[in-house]
């Protein structure tokens, strides 16, 4: 009796097994292929959801391979170069948000329609190292001038989302302090009570342009310097996803990107001079870059994106008026709207230009010099030279 007992445990466990086959098989099949087609399809240089470049697959060698960076390098490629990643990576971000109630994706949340990043916390050893390179740029070149100097923090989108959906807000308040304090003889211009949550892009990190009517009032009444009062709205396109999109890999739906113009700025002329201080040397461009609308970032429409140095000269602006704005990325689509009381705006983003080569493009004497930076900026200052 026992040994038919034993005869059929093993019958049964025999046939368990079998049944699992097919299974096995066909993971182990499908990995398989995931890995041939790795190899063979052709490498992707850059992320357009997630604004950046990707990883690409080392070249095989005895030293890269006896000091492990190979392998180290190969893990990376691979998870970046893998079949059908994009589609991974939204099932991913969609099982964290609807099944596993995740409060947020790769720092990324989703409350209230939008997308905002977390903030926090406060980084003041950050926001103190941009006060510094702030410092050192007003004493090599405005100290011993006649400048006015204003400054500004743009706040981040969460600013307005975070609390009331149960996320941590970074102190704005401490933020403006420590740069105030930094750069004591600037006026400091505060923008939060201008703005709102629809100031914001609902997919991307930045403010939109149709928005920012109060906010450059109040810088240029700051200025003593005149508004636009007949800017026109205009659609530059209505599929617009932003960053936030493709970093949490979300399926959420595309959103237009407005902008302003009239006769003045149309007739304006944007210089980007790119380590070149010969204005003579340049070929001049819009305000607004419809081509970039197709590009690896949108936002970039206005006044090109991100560059180190940028001159614009206004036609109709006032000649011995001259505006010399550092800033980042939220800039771009600002700067247009302080235009109308100054001839030439020069436009400085530190991120990619040495402060030391400043000279080489503004001589400072009697201008107006705002500085205007993003929280996300200082609560990550790093990229500051």
Same mark, same amino acid.
């Given at each position: ?10 019958? %049964?466990?025999? /046939? ?43 070249? $095989?060698?005895? /030293? ?19 079949? !059908? ?14 099944? =596993? ?56 989108? *969460?600013?307005?989302? *975070? ?33 709102? $949550? ?34 026109? %709205? ?5 599929? !617009? ?17 407005? !902008? ?14 790119? *380590? ?46 001259? $505006? ?46 705002? =500085? ?14």
């Amino acid at each position: 009796m026992k040994k038919k007992e034993k005869e059929q445990n093993i019958e %049964k466990r025999v /046939s368990t097994s079998h049944k699992g086959l097919p299974v096995v098989l066909t993971v182990s099949i499908v990995w398989i292929l995931l890995a041939l087609l790795c190899f063979l399809k052709p490498e992707q240089a850059v992320s357009f959801q997630e604004r950046r470049l990707l990883n690409q697959f080392p070249e $095989l060698t005895l /030293s890269g391979i006896r000091s492990g960076a190979f392998m180290e390098k190969y893990e990376k490629a691979a998870a970046d170069q893998f079949p !059908f990643r994009e589609t991974f990576r939204s099932l991913r971000a969609v099982s964290d948000q609807y099944m =596993f109630r995740k409060k947020d994706i790769h720092g990324i949340y989703y409350a209230e329609g939008y997308l905002a990043e977390l903030l926090y916390p406060l980084d003041e050893d950050s926001v103190a190292y941009a006060g510094e390179r702030t410092r050192q740029v007003y004493d090599t070149y405005m100290k011993e001038t006649n400048v006015k100097v204003y400054l500004a923090v743009v706040p981040d989108k *969460g600013y307005y989302l *975070g609390e009331d959906n149960g996320y941590p807000v970074t102190d704005l308040s401490r933020m403006k302090e420590i740069m105030q304090e930094a750069l004591p003889e600037a006026r400091l211009i505060s923008l939060e009570d201008t703005l709102s $949550l629809s100031s914001y892009y609902r997919t991307d990190s930045h403010w939109r342009q149709e928005m920012l009517g109060e906010s450059a009032d109040r810088v240029l009444e700051a200025m003593n310097a005149e508004p636009f009062t007949d800017l026109e %709205k205009q659609e530059a396109t209505g599929s !617009f996803r932003g960053v936030y999109a493709g970093q949490a890999a979300l399926p959420v739906e595309t959103e237009p990107i407005f !902008f302003l113009t009239n006769d003045v700025l149309e007739d304006c002329k944007v210089y980007d001079m790119q *380590g070149n201080p010969d204005i003579t040397a340049v070929s001049p461009v819009g305000i607004y870059q419809p081509e970039a609308l197709t590009g690896r970032d949108p936002y970039e429409y206005y006044l090109s994106g991100n560059a180190a140095v940028l001159i614009i000269e206004n036609p109709a602006g006032d000649p011995e008026r001259e $505006l010399v704005v550092f800033r980042d990325s939220f800039g771009s689509s600002l700067i247009p709207l302080l235009l109308r009381s100054y001839g030439r705006v020069t436009v400085i983003d530190t991120r990619y230009v040495k402060p030391k080569a400043l000279g080489d493009y503004v001589q400072f004497q009697d201008q107006d010099v705002l =500085f205007i930076y993003s929280s996300l900026l200082l609560n990550k200052s790093d990229s500051l030279q």
